[in-house]
């Protein structure tokens, strides 16, 4: 039976999805965000041209992909899910913020050993380059204790910036300018990672 409502959607209605996706968040967490920076379809889009250029790079040869947790999960998975080569995937947890928006300096690994990618080509996948810390502190460790074929380094965002350490990325979603950003996997305070987009937080909610 044919319902009440037009089955016409607003062009309004359509453009506030792209924004912000299918589930937009609740005043308390959307209050927070000064600007959105890339909305939910315009990072799927950027995220289709990398996983087909990693695809072209990497078909035939022996991958691993390691996600750096907690930031790069879900861009980890909307990648992998566009790259159909017969890839493994690790994770490796580590830390360098402790709730702040500077980083500390000091990179902390949680777990005990390093994923086994001995041999193999590996693919690091991180939601954000800022300082070069984090990234630098994970190469140096998987060549020096692993011996891998190849490292590189595919971020979402890249800030801007003068790094401590000269990390340079093979894939980078989106260069953008150096300032604190949210959503989409990145948090304050483990807060705003489940945004579906990706947006500055006002500097008084920090
Ligand atoms: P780096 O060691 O300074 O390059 O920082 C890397 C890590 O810090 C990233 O993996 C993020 O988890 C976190 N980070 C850096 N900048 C931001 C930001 O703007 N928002 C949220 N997290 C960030
Ligand atoms: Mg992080």
Redesign the pocket.
């Known amino acids: 039976m044919v319902g009440w409502e037009s089955p016409v959607v607003s062009e309004k209605a359509l453009d506030f999805k792209r924004r912000v996706g299918e589930h937009p968040p609740e005043p308390d967490m959307d209050e927070d965000i000064e600007e959105i920076l890339f909305h939910a379809a315009a990072i799927q889009a950027r995220i289709d041209e990398l996983a087909a250029r990693i695809t072209e790079d990497y078909r035939g040869k022996e991958l691993t992909v390691v996600a750096?947790l907690t930031?790069?999960l879900m861009f980890t998975a909307d990648l992998l899910r566009r790259i159909p080569l017969p890839l493994k995937l690790d994770c490796i947890s580590v830390a360098?913020?402790h709730g702040g928006?500077e980083?500390t300096g000091e990179?902390k690994f949680s777990q005990l050993s390093l994923p086994d990618i001995e041999g193999r080509h590996v693919l690091i996948v991180?939601?954000?380059?800022?300082?070069?810390?984090?990234?630098d502190a994970i190469t140096a460790r998987f060549r020096k204790e692993r011996h891998p074929l190849s490292v590189r380094i595919c971020v979402l965002?890249s800030?801007q910036k003068p790094?401590?350490r000269p990390?340079d990325p093979h894939y980078v979603g989106f260069e953008i300018e150096d300032?604190?950003?949210?959503g989409y996997g990145?948090?304050?305070d483990e807060r705003y990672r489940n945004l579906p987009f990706l947006g500055v937080l006002k500097p008084d909610s920090t």
């Open positions: 750096v930031g790069a360098s913020y928006t980083t990179v991180d939601d954000i380059l800022d300082s070069g810390l984090t990234l965002l800030k790094r401590r990390i300032e604190f950003v949210v990145l948090d304050y």
